[in-house]
């Protein structure tokens, strides 16, 4: 790509960028984004999973209209679905997703319940069971792709709580505030803005100041 800030990105923020591409439905950007991909020798199977997941985000339609960009760039030498165990889903989802939100796991899903129970259930079951808990791409590589997405949809209570969680396992202030600054590349400084402003908002929160990883 022309970019040269591009050129210097590493995997999980090309990855980041990927996804926040997608659920703006800059499609000429996607397409140049996945031919660099493929020029770098990415493995197409993380670039697979990283579209895949913005469906949680941003819809079937989304995902289904990345997919095929992606199919078109760098065709599947195998599209064969992968058997679900659906007995093992929701362990798995609730494993990941206390990973995410740690002691207020139970809050959460007791404040969802107490409005829809479908989503709730939902919310384990597909978002982290069937999605999130999903091999190939780290649980890092997924946190700083939703961080990318929220930051650009401006979901001020979800940024928060995933910027959180991504700090929780360990991804450092660092690597996401680069992915959040990354978001200028697209054209338009809300993005970052946006997301820049939770972060500060988190980062000054005393109760949570002590837990975090600070490298620059």
Not at 143 to 162: G, N
Not at 167 to 180: A, D, P
Request: glycine share 4%; aromatic share 8%; charged share 25%.
């Amino acid at each position: 790509m022309k970019n040269s800030k591009i050129n210097s990105l590493s995997i999980p923020e090309i990855l980041a960028l990927i996804s926040a591409v997608s659920v703006l439905r800059k499609e000429k950007f996607l397409t140049d984004l996945l031919i660099y991909t493929k020029s770098k020798k990415i493995k197409r199977n993380k670039i697979y999973e990283t579209l895949l997941q913005t469906y949680l985000f941003a819809g079937f339609p989304n995902a289904l209209i990345s997919l095929n960009i992606l199919q078109d760039i760098i065709p599947a030498k195998n599209t064969t679905k992968k058997t679900i165990n659906n007995s093992q889903i929701l362990s798995k989802g609730e494993k990941t997703c206390r990973k995410i939100y740690g002691s207020k796991f139970d809050k959460l899903i007791s404040n969802i319940n107490s409005f829809s129970p479908e989503l709730s259930e939902w919310l384990i079951t597909e978002g982290y069971g069937k999605v999130i808990s999903r091999k190939v791409l780290s649980l890092k590589e997924r946190e700083l792709s939703i961080i990318s997405i929220l930051s650009c949809q401006k979901y001020e209570s979800q940024l928060y709580s995933h910027i959180n969680g991504a700090i929780r396992n360990k991804v450092t202030t660092g690597e996401i505030r680069s992915v959040i600054k990354n978001l200028e590349l697209l054209g338009n400084k809300s993005y970052t803005k946006f997301g820049l402003k939770v972060f500060d908002k988190l980062l000054t929160n005393k109760n949570n100041i002590s837990k975090f990883i600070f490298f620059n």
